[in-house]
């Protein structure tokens, strides 16, 4: 089954770093770009990062660029964001989902991790 | 950026019933790229449609897309209990940088 679940979410004080983790199966891990995309509670969806299946080309929405980074490693089928000086606007839940091989829709999705950034 | 603009905001519908949902551009859309997803509450997104017309894996046929340019269309041509959910289109150009998001469309039950 082809799956993503990611873990790594929590409770941070504004200023404050988080890094989360998405575990893919199931598939060719490799040979696929991933986006990380996140939703604030009550609102719609927004794109966050990109990486290319080789981590070769690498993109940020504006509104984390500086203090996100994003990495995998195909090794361990494994996609990463590091969240560094978090912001009251970064609580969301936050989604990792695979880059369709037809295109750039998201086909694949993970099921979320909650980041609540507070003091 | 692209900005995509959904409507309505909320389409209140009764099974069987037909709906039809609207995604507009700010500008035009390169070669059809754009997504539909749907959203059930505490669920992650799941694709609809993408290239504009083109099922997904596993979708049911009563979904179809249509649309160019600027405007397209998410078509469910009888709903299911099921299909009460929430709809996001996406538009994804030559780059992945200023992938963009419509606001939603909340298809509730009449």
């Known amino acids: 089954e082809v799956q993503l679940v990611e873990s790594g979410g929590g409770l941070v004080q504004p200023g404050g770093s988080l890094r989360l983790s998405c575990a893919a199966s199931?598939?060719?891990?490799?040979?696929?770009?991933m986006n990380w995309v996140r939703q604030a509670p009550g609102k719609g969806l927004e794109w966050v990062s990109y990486?290319?299946?080789?981590?070769?080309?690498?993109y940020y929405a504006d509104s984390v660029k500086g203090r996100f980074t994003i990495s995998r490693d195909n090794a361990k089928n494994s996609l990463y964001l590091q969240m560094n000086s978090l912001r009251d606007e970064d609580t969301a839940v936050y989604y990792c989902?695979?880059?369709?091989?037809?295109?750039?829709?998201?086909?694949?999705w993970g099921q979320g991790t909650t980041v609540t950034v507070s003091s | 950026e692209i900005v995509l603009t959904q409507s309505p905001g909320t389409l209140s519908l009764s099974p069987g019933e037909r709906a039809t949902l609207s995604c507009r551009a700010s500008?035009?859309?390169?070669?059809?790229?754009l997504a539909w997803y749907q959203q059930k509450p505490g669920q992650a997104p799941r694709l609809l449609i993408y290239?504009?017309?083109s099922r997904a894996t596993g979708i049911p046929d009563r979904f179809s897309g249509s649309g160019s340019g600027t405007d397209f269309t998410l078509t469910i041509s009888r709903l299911e209990p099921e299909d009460f959910a929430v709809y996001y289109c996406?538009?994804?150009?030559?780059?992945?940088?200023?992938?963009?998001f419509g606001p939603g469309t909340k298809v509730d039950i009449k």
């Open positions: 989902a695979r880059v369709a091989a037809s295109g750039r829709s998201m086909d694949v």
């Open positions: 199931g598939f060719t891990f490799s040979s696929y770009s």
């Open positions: 990486i290319s299946s080789s981590s070769s080309t690498i």
């Open positions: 500008q035009s859309v390169s070669s059809s790229y």
């Open positions: 290239g504009a017309s």
């Open positions: 996406q538009q994804y150009g030559s780059s992945p940088v200023g992938i963009t």
